[in-house]
């Protein structure tokens, strides 16, 4: 049986934990946008050299290259037996490009899981990282707890809230994600793919519920 996936899910929600976990446990890569997207520029294809030029400058490497170095990435053997997507697509447009690269060898893809985490705990989840300003050692208030709340258990420095991590930042971010990502869980809906994931609970517990997805029996 073949596992052509994509994870769906808003920062904080374990995305990427449970991609990586997946993709080791089914034998198929992980195929995450930032790491593919710093591979094809470390290994200079032409592709991956236009895209460093976007990187280096802090621009956004439009979706033409994106999706050039998705179909490249997609083609490689280790993918023949499936992957698990991480970060793509992101839009319509995309997930209509993907559709395009499956179908020219006849392949398509067999679930779209959605990480279900409420808005509070995507909060708490993001707000509560801590950075020591003299190491850079990270924290995390309840996950990953220092010793004491405000110094780091290695150097002793004091450990402080990036800005991105505030609750206002990460209040935008989730807006940001929710606007670009609504239509594009209509449009996995539409074609019977999407499946509700409860991104709550133990890591154990969420990994059941996307395999129980994957598997077609329904949301989880």
Same mark, same amino acid.
């Given at each position: 049986?073949?596992?052509?996936?994509?994870?769906?899910?808003?920062?904080?929600?374990?995305?990427?934990?449970?991609?990586?976990?997946?993709?080791?446990?089914?034998?198929?890569?992980?195929?995450?946008?930032?790491?593919?997207?710093?591979?094809?520029?470390? !290994?200079?294809?032409?592709?991956?050299?236009?895209?460093?030029?976007?990187?280096?400058?802090?621009?956004?490497?439009?979706?033409?290259?994106?999706?050039?170095?998705?179909?490249?990435?997609?083609?490689?053997?280790?993918?023949?037996?499936?992957?698990?997507?991480?970060?793509?697509?992101?839009?319509?447009?995309?997930?209509?490009?993907?559709?395009?690269?499956?179908?020219?060898?006849?392949?398509?893809?067999?679930?779209?899981?959605?990480?279900?985490?409420?808005?509070?705990?995507?909060?708490?989840?993001?707000?509560?990282?801590?950075?020591?300003?003299?190491?850079?050692?990270?924290? !995390?208030?309840?996950?990953?707890?220092?010793?004491?709340?405000?110094?780091?258990?290695?150097?002793?420095?004091?450990?402080?809230?990036?800005?991105?991590?505030?609750?206002?930042?990460?209040?935008?971010?989730?807006?940001?994600?929710?606007?670009?990502?609504?239509?594009?869980?209509?449009?996995?809906?539409?074609?019977?793919?999407?499946?509700?994931?409860?991104?709550?609970?133990?890591?154990?517990?969420?990994?059941?519920?996307?395999?129980?997805?994957?598997?077609?029996?329904?949301?989880?």
């Amino acid at each position: 049986m073949s596992n052509r996936i994509i994870l769906l899910g808003a920062p904080g929600s374990g995305k990427g934990t449970q991609a990586r976990h997946l993709a080791a446990e089914w034998g198929v890569p992980q195929i995450a946008t930032g790491d593919m997207l710093r591979e094809a520029a470390a !290994h200079g294809s032409p592709l991956g050299l236009e895209a460093k030029r976007y990187m280096d400058t802090g621009g956004l490497v439009p979706d033409g290259v994106v999706i050039g170095l998705v179909a490249e990435r997609l083609a490689r053997p280790d993918a023949k037996a499936g992957f698990v997507l991480d970060g793509f697509p992101r839009t319509v447009a995309q997930a209509e490009a993907l559709d395009r690269i499956l179908r020219e060898p006849g392949l398509s893809l067999d679930r779209v899981a959605f990480l279900d985490v409420s808005r509070a705990e995507l909060l708490r989840r993001l707000t509560g990282r801590r950075v020591c300003r003299r190491c850079g050692a990270a924290y !995390h208030l309840v996950s990953a707890p220092p010793q004491t709340s405000d110094r780091c258990d290695a150097c002793k420095g004091e450990l402080y809230q990036r800005e991105d991590d505030a609750p206002a930042a990460v209040a935008r971010r989730l807006d940001v994600y929710e606007k670009q990502t609504a239509p594009l869980l209509a449009y996995y809906e539409r074609g019977g793919l999407l499946a509700a994931v409860r991104g709550e609970g133990s890591m154990d517990d969420v990994t059941a519920g996307i395999r129980k997805a994957v598997r077609g029996t329904g949301a989880a």
